[in-house]
């Protein structure tokens, strides 16, 4: 597995490490996340559970969201990532993230929070959600995610992570441990 990171700056005045997991849905951020800080002993958080019950009846019902539905849904989470950052927690959260503008939300200002981007293309994703047993989000909205994703550019400084049809999120966790994301 080869993972392609950038140096992320690291201010002296940086809180503790918070490490964001993004990536189109069936990417494996929800698996990875939960895995990795549950390895790290750290605070883990699932960006769906900061959807508003709008957003999920949305999606519910086969409809993509919009940059207005997400406003709620990323302030959501940025408070969440400072509250965890104010209390000297190091924690991960998985979020699709999928657009520069959301991830600038959810970063700027944050000098602690890092990016790994779980890198897949369609058709490797359409396999995997094909195999995806009860999860809100219908494989129909496959295309919306992929018109919208703007993969991260090295000034954004991501940990690139290659998935494919058969990675295995535990050799996924365990290379990102021997990585330094938080250094």
Not at 6 to 19: F, H, T, Y
Not at 88 to 104: E, H, I, N, T
Request: aromatic residues 6%; glycine residues 6%; proline residues 8%.
């Amino acid at each position: 597995m080869t993972t392609q990171p950038s140096a992320a700056p690291s201010p002296a005045n940086a809180g503790p490490c918070i490490v964001l997991i993004m990536g189109v849905s069936g990417s494996g951020k929800s698996t990875i996340g939960s895995l990795l800080a549950q390895h790290l002993g750290w605070q883990y958080a699932e960006a769906d559970d900061f959807h508003p019950d709008a957003n999920l009846a949305k999606m519910v019902a086969g409809h993509p969201l919009d940059d207005e539905d997400r406003l709620p849904w990323l302030a959501n989470i940025a408070a969440w990532i400072d509250a965890t950052s104010t209390a000297g927690r190091p924690a991960v959260v998985s979020c699709s993230a999928l657009k520069r503008a959301y991830r600038d939300a959810l970063r700027d200002g944050r000098p602690d929070v890092r990016l790994v981007y779980l890198d897949a293309d369609k058709q490797t994703i359409r396999k995997r959600l094909s195999t995806r047993r009860g999860h809100f989000f219908p494989a129909a909205l496959l295309d919306s995610q992929f018109a919208d994703l703007e993969p991260p550019t090295d000034d954004e400084h991501p940990f690139r992570v290659p998935v494919a049809v058969d990675s295995r999120s535990e050799e996924i966790v365990e290379h990102l441990l021997t990585s330094a994301i938080c250094d």
